[in-house]
């Protein structure tokens, strides 16, 4: 059950603008996490934002979650091209078992 | 990708046959998870095991089959049953004592294509 939808589905900025990235859920969940992943390759968690906080920083990244509003942001400031990859939110409901619900990713391309 | 290590990188299956795909983990987590990857797509959830010796359905789990006799390994068996098997496959690890976080750590994947 897909339960994180992002938006854009795809994304082009050049180099140095800043990049904004949205997704929405559906159920409570206990914390929301982003993920990167470079064309064929993994997933790597880039940072995680608990239920009960609004913003959180780091390094270049920021994220915000409306739990009213179920959803969250993630910018990524000054972007460079290495910054070219899909992003993916991922929700861990509250009600289910250390399951992480998958959306369905921005692709971002960052023009040199 | 850390310390999990998934192989083959890519796989071909003919009709009508079984194939295996191989995942270690060397972080000593307890948790681990198949997910499956169409292009453009997000991850669909497979198979995911808690502990040893036990695992559940996800969300696709028909056509695949998973086991778990040791804590570092957790292989998945594409059976013939599924009729699509082309895709990206991903394995995961989580530390479950790191308490509310449900941080989960990826392999690098295998790409199966059918011929």
């Known amino acids: 059950s897909q339960q994180g939808e992002e938006d854009p589905q795809a994304l082009s900025i050049q180099e140095g603008e800043n990049a904004t990235m949205n997704c929405s859920y559906k159920t409570s969940i206990n914390n929301l996490q982003w993920y990167r992943q470079n064309s064929g390759r993994g997933l790597v968690h880039l940072i995680l934002?608990?239920?009960?906080?609004r913003e959180k920083h780091s390094g270049r990244l920021r994220v915000t979650l409306d739990t009213s509003k179920k959803s969250s942001s993630l910018l990524i400031t000054a972007s460079r091209a290495a910054d070219t990859a899909s992003y993916f939110c991922?929700?861990?409901?509250?009600?289910?078992?250390?399951?992480?619900?998958f959306g369905s990713g921005t692709r971002l391309l960052v023009r040199p | 990708d850390g310390g999990i290590t998934q192989s083959p990188k890519y796989l071909f299956r003919k009709e009508g046959q079984n194939v295996t795909l191989s995942c270690e983990q060397n972080?000593?987590?307890?948790?681990m998870y198949w997910y499956r990857q169409d292009p453009g797509q997000g991850l669909r959830l497979i198979y995911y095991s808690q502990i040893v010796n036990d695992f559940q359905k996800g969300d696709i789990a028909e056509g695949y089959s998973v086991s778990r006799e040791k804590k570092e390994s957790f292989p998945l068996t594409v059976t013939s049953a599924q009729k699509n098997p082309t895709a990206f496959y991903l394995c995961?690890?989580?530390?479950?004592?790191?308490?509310?976080?449900?941080?989960?750590?990826f392999g690098a994947g295998t790409r199966l294509s059918v011929l």
């Open positions: 934002i608990r239920s009960n906080e």
């Open positions: 972080l000593n987590h307890d948790a």
């Open positions: 995961a690890s989580r530390d479950k004592s790191g308490g509310d976080k449900n941080i989960q750590y």
């Open positions: 991922a929700t861990d409901p509250r009600d289910s078992s250390y399951k992480l619900i």
